[in-house]
């Protein structure tokens, strides 16, 4: 799809037609490109995903892969959260080269930015690290979307800073990326190469096939940790390399560790026994000992013992979000009533301030 080129939509039977205005290349990925466009019956700004689809037959009938189809069905069930970004259509093209096949468009809300450029920006050209305002404040949306996500019984399996969509006017910060996301299932044998490796929980490197939500926390600790430093945490070469800078920082994992990672890894016993580092020293002195806590309950060997998302809310690294009483900071707490269904009163006291009960205005 070439710059400036329009395309009329061949739509999915919910939808209907509009004409899109391709504008550039947003991003590329293994799934196909992302583009940003204009709607030309609105005059909106949108973002493109098109992926490539195989004709199943006839002209009018086209086989949707399973990840195409779980990323559209996922989307829509986490449809009206603040924090998740928002699909707004779908539609299918032929491919440009007239082999044949279909492509799939997924209309989603337009962002101006991505957490990874942003980093980039605070350390090529700003050369400094990231304020610890912001590290909180988009943290803070990083797990309340991640608690929505994980409420609806889905594992995202892919969280990384490019993954992450800013609005660079109002902060926002919205998860995005659902191409690979599962739905819990007890018992379900999953497959352990999910996840871009510098984020990849130690689990899945250990070929765990019987992985939770928790991959999720290791990957969002990353995240954590890359505001913090302004660069990835653990940058393994390739998949044991990234267990081995893992261990240099957290230490050598304990016999019960691995068997909490992997019931099914053979006994091993990891030779030299490394000490694990303090997060004070992980983070060169330069986080607060919140920040340090707050990684040290995300980055943890066993997957069962990371912090759940709603309670990560509750943790004290983000009272500084809760006590400052900017006219902004309102959309933060305003919760959906499905967001806090599984807390308790005391819970809810401690999520949501006092001062969110006066009206706004």
């Known amino acids: 799809m070439e710059q400036g080129k329009k395309r009329q939509a061949d739509p999915l039977p919910e939808l209907n037609p509009r004409t899109y205005t391709v504008q550039r290349v947003l991003g590329r990925g293994s799934f196909g490109l992302v583009?940003?466009?204009?709607?030309?019956?609105?005059?909106?700004?949108?973002?493109?995903?098109?992926?490539?689809?195989?004709?199943?037959?006839?002209?009018?009938?086209?086989?949707?892969?399973?990840?195409?189809?779980?990323?559209?069905?996922?989307?829509?069930?986490?449809?009206?959260?603040?924090?998740?970004?928002?699909?707004?259509?779908?539609?299918?093209?032929?491919?440009?080269?007239n082999n044949g096949e279909y492509k799939l468009n997924l209309v989603l809300e337009y962002m101006s930015d991505t957490l990874h450029r942003v980093l980039k920006h605070y350390m090529n050209v700003l050369r400094k690290n990231m304020d610890q305002y912001y590290v909180q404040l988009y943290q803070y949306q990083l797990m309340r979307g991640l608690a929505f996500v994980h409420g609806q019984g889905i594992m995202h399996c892919d969280l990384k800073p490019q993954n992450l969509l800013l609005d660079g006017r109002t902060h926002t910060l919205k998860v995005a990326d659902f191409g690979t996301a599962k739905r819990l299932h007890v018992g379900r044998s999953l497959s352990s190469y999910v996840c871009s490796r510098y984020y990849r929980a130690p689990e899945l490197i250990l070929g765990a096939t019987n992985y939770g939500t928790s991959v999720d926390l290791w990957s969002a600790g990353c995240v954590l940790g890359e505001m913090i430093l302004g660069q990835p945490m653990f940058t393994g070469s390739n998949g044991i390399d990234q267990l081995v800078q893992i261990i240099k920082v957290m230490g050598t994992p304990?016999?019960?560790?691995?068997?909490?990672?992997?019931?099914?890894?053979?006994?091993?016993?990891?030779k030299p026994d490394v000490a694990p580092l303090t997060w004070d020293e992980v983070f060169k002195h330069m986080a607060s000992r919140d920040a340090c806590d707050l990684a040290a309950q995300l980055l943890k060997f066993d997957p069962a013992g990371r912090l759940p998302p709603l309670y990560c809310l509750m943790h004290r690294f983000f009272d500084g979000l809760r006590a400052d009483e900017k006219e902004e900071h309102r959309v933060l707490f305003d919760f959906l009533p499905d967001e806090l269904m599984w807390c308790s009163s005391s819970e809810k006291e401690r999520l949501v301030p006092r001062w969110m009960q006066t009206p706004a205005g």
């Open 254 to 270: 304990s016999p019960k560790e691995l068997q909490a990672m992997n019931p099914c890894y053979p006994p091993y016993s990891f």
């Open 35 to 97: 583009y940003q466009a204009s709607v030309e019956e609105s005059g909106d700004t949108v973002a493109l995903k098109s992926t490539r689809m195989k004709k199943a037959g006839g002209d009018s009938w086209i086989q949707m892969n399973g990840e195409n189809e779980r990323e559209v069905q996922v989307l829509k069930e986490l449809d009206g959260h603040p924090n998740i970004v928002n699909l707004r259509g779908a539609f299918l093209t032929k491919s440009d080269d």
